[in-house]
């Protein structure tokens, strides 16, 4: 996968949010629904900050505070850390392990228009399971020449037909149909 990539490529612009005002339960309810580790706080329409799951656990339950009655502005991680849309995902990948967070706002001008997580870059690090060497999917571009497994397992074309049967769950691989755009494959998360 290519650290050179813009974050904007692969940053997620639904970001999920709930009021300041909120309360932490209600918060946890969103963030349970959509099965989300953290919610954008905003108040008057803006984003003024984030609500992780560490920040439930330590800043009110570990704390002793009431879900019910506390505030989501009382706990949240606040200001939002933020790249800018021109950064690499290398660059934002940086970021995160400097401040040791899993996700940061992407802002554009001064306006935060997507929310980039160590999940997405995850998704986009994965190995042939036959060869173990690296399957490159940049979003926006063909991966054709990949045959996925109904277990998630990624192969090359020509290992699939080397191998046959999945290395991992032993499908058949040869009747599985090649991927013919990155979509296909990003939408199995
Ligand atoms: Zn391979
Ligand atoms: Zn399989």
Redesign the pocket.
């Known amino acids: 996968m290519s650290l050179n990539l813009k974050v904007t490529t692969i940053m997620n612009r639904d970001i999920a949010a709930v009021d300041a005002d909120s309360t932490v339960e209600e918060a946890a309810r969103v963030m349970a629904s959509r099965n989300i580790g953290a919610i954008a706080v905003k108040r008057g329409g803006e984003i003024v900050g984030i609500m992780t799951e560490r920040d439930v656990l330590k800043r009110v339950v570990a704390a002793g505070r009431d879900p019910r009655t506390t505030r989501v502005e009382e706990v949240m991680s606040s200001p939002p850390i933020s790249v800018d849309s021109n950064a690499t995902v290398g660059e934002a990948v940086d970021l995160m392990n400097r401040r040791g967070i899993r996700r940061v706002f992407v802002r554009e001008g001064g306006r935060i228009v997507g929310i980039f997580t160590q999940r997405d870059v995850l998704a986009l690090m994965r190995v ?1 399971l ?4 690296e399957i490159i999917r940049t979003p926006g571009a063909p991966s054709s020449g990949l045959i996925g497994c109904r277990c998630g397992a990624l ?2 074309a ?2 699939a037909r080397t191998v046959v049967y999945c290395i991992d769950c032993g499908s058949k691989l040869v009747e599985l149909v090649e991927y013919t755009s990155p979509e296909d494959t990003m939408a199995a998360d």
Do not use: T
Request: a negative charge; one cysteine or more.
């Open positions: 042939c036959y060869c173990l060497g192969y090359h020509d290992c």
